[in-house]
């Protein structure tokens, strides 16, 4: 019991007030992925507290496809007005759900990633503050699984099963905590956004003791070209007293 108490605690600190792993994911463009041959797609995410609907940030993405493969991607982010606080850079070049990635916030310093060693193995690494050491730890994979921006692939790969009603449960890799967790994603409903047939799905961590910390995510998908247009939930960023935002992150072309 003492040992299930302090890593629940544990992950309380790292997913209440450093929950980074997911705002980040998903790749937002109105045009169907895998439909570019070779160029750059540039659009935005802007970001609302989820009670009061104030602006606190925006993301701006730009990807790199070639020869009809999304090769990488770097996300800026900035505040309200204009100045870039973080930065994120992904590269697909050698998994799509178990992208290479390492992310930045200029203001405190900290730092996150992965590094993918093999088919079945990452290295994640981490660092709370500038002064503190860089924490790293190589995992096994284990079927089903995602990393960062991975996720959004993830959900393409399994759209058909989604659609359907399936709930799909996978293995979510956590830098962080240098683990990696069971989620599952499932579909709550279909339905209109913005005019647009949407998939909405929800993501939840499987674990009912770990869900007290982790609250779900609500996404919302363009039936269409599969990509995401809203999210909701914890972001990846957090406000001048070191806790994550609460959001609701609209999507569209700049």
């Known amino acids: ?15 209440f007030h450093k929950y980074r792993n997911f705002v980040f994911l998903f790749l937002f463009p ?13 659009y935005n995410g802007t970001a609302y507290d989820l009670e009061t609907g104030n602006l606190l940030y925006k993301d701006f993405h730009e990807e790199t496809w070639e020869n009809g493969r999304h090769i990488s991607s ?15 850079r992904i590269s697909f070049s050698k998994s799509r759900t178990l992208p290479e990635f390492q992310l930045e916030d200029y203001r405190d310093g900290y730092l996150e990633g992965g590094a993918l060693r093999n088919e079945n193995t990452v290295k994640l690494f981490f660092r709370r503050k500038f002064e503190d050491s860089i924490q790293e730890k190589t995992i096994g994979s284990g079927g089903l699984s995602a990393l960062d921006g991975g996720f959004d692939y993830f959900v393409i790969d399994h759209w058909d099963e989604l659609m359907s009603g399936k709930k799909i449960k996978f293995n979510f890799l956590v830098p962080v905590e240098r683990d990696k967790f069971e989620f599952l994603a499932e579909k709550t409903k279909e339905g209109e956004y913005n005019g647009k047939p949407a998939l909405y799905l929800r993501l939840k961590i499987a674990s009912s003791i ?4 982790v609250k779900p995510i609500d996404l919302v998908y363009d039936i269409q070209s ?3 247009m809203e999210f909701r939930g914890t972001s990846n960023i957090n406000d001048e007293n070191g806790k994550s935002y609460k959001v609701k992150i609209v999507y569209g072309f700049r």
């Open 210 to 213: 770990l869900s007290v910390f």
């Open 30 to 42: 109105i045009i169907p992925l895998d439909s570019l041959d070779t160029g750059k797609i540039k």
């Open 74 to 88: 770097i996300i800026t982010y900035k505040d309200p007005e204009g100045k870039t606080f973080a930065k994120k």
């Open 226 to 228: 599969k990509r995401i």
């Open 1 to 15: 019991m003492k040992y299930i108490s302090s890593h629940i605690n544990n992950l309380k600190l790292c997913f």
